[in-house]
């Protein structure tokens, strides 16, 4: 079954302790991306990812960290984790080749920073 | 900031009504936008894509978007209690890959 699949579901931690979202897809897409979202605020996208070993900013990078060693494996990287990343993630794969491609979602991680 | 904006609703409509969702974006460039349900507790699913102006069937749903008036919506026909999410409006930002989402507007189906 094509799919994206991220652990935890659910991570609850502390200030300070550095955690990492895992996310694999087996769709052999080349586009990978985080988002966080929150109430009122929709979904923004943390950082994303072209390919192997390119990735980039996106509109809320600040306290993340991504990497892309592996086509299929992206996973988020929180090196100090503070309040207000409390959020729902979401990690997203396209194949990206055409501008109808849609995004695949993960069932999401729901993050609690205390 | 490129932005893309919805009423958050909650758009409550009558089960076999017409349900009306809007969105509105300020890039003038975008060409082609999504329209995404997300259910209560769920990730986002793709439901429509519409690039060209006018009207995009598919089903029940039915995408319009005016390119001159920086204006896309989507029409939910017969709706239905299966029908109440969250509808997150979506546009391309500097490429195929970067999506800049609306807040999303919730749905509520009544019996």
């Known amino acids: 079954e094509a799919q994206v699949t991220q652990n935890p579901r659910y991570l609850i931690t502390v200030t300070g302790k550095k955690l990492t979202v895992t996310c694999s897809q087996n769709?052999?897409?080349?586009?990978m991306s985080w988002y966080r979202q929150d109430p009122g605020l929709g979904l923004r996208q943390i950082y994303y990812?072209?390919?192997?070993?390119?990735?980039d900013k996106g509109d809320v990078p600040e306290g993340y960290k991504v990497s892309r060693k592996e086509k299929r494996n992206f996973p988020l990287i929180l090196e100090s984790p503070s309040p207000n990343q409390t959020s729902l993630y979401f990690c997203?794969?396209?194949?990206?080749?055409?501008?109808?491609?849609?995004?695949?979602f993960g069932n999401g991680t729901r993050l609690t920073v205390t | 900031q490129k932005e893309v904006e919805q009423n958050s609703g909650p758009l409550s409509v009558p089960e076999g009504a017409i349900a009306s969702l809007n969105c509105t974006y300020s890039d003038r460039g975008s060409q082609s936008f999504f329209w995404y349900r997300q259910y209560s507790g769920k990730s986002p699913e793709l439901i429509m894509f519409i690039y060209s102006n006018g009207d995009k069937e598919d089903g029940r749903f039915t995408a319009q978007l005016n390119k001159a008036s920086q204006y896309v919506s989507l029409l939910i026909r017969d709706s239905q209690p299966s029908d109440s999410a969250t509808y997150l409006c979506a546009a391309p930002a500097g490429g195929y890959n970067k999506l800049i989402f609306g807040a999303g507007t919730r749905l509520a189906v009544h019996p």
């Open positions: 997203a794969s396209s194949s990206g080749q055409t501008a109808d491609s849609p995004l695949h």
């Open positions: 990812s072209m390919n192997v070993e390119v990735t």
């Open positions: 769709m052999n897409h080349e586009y």
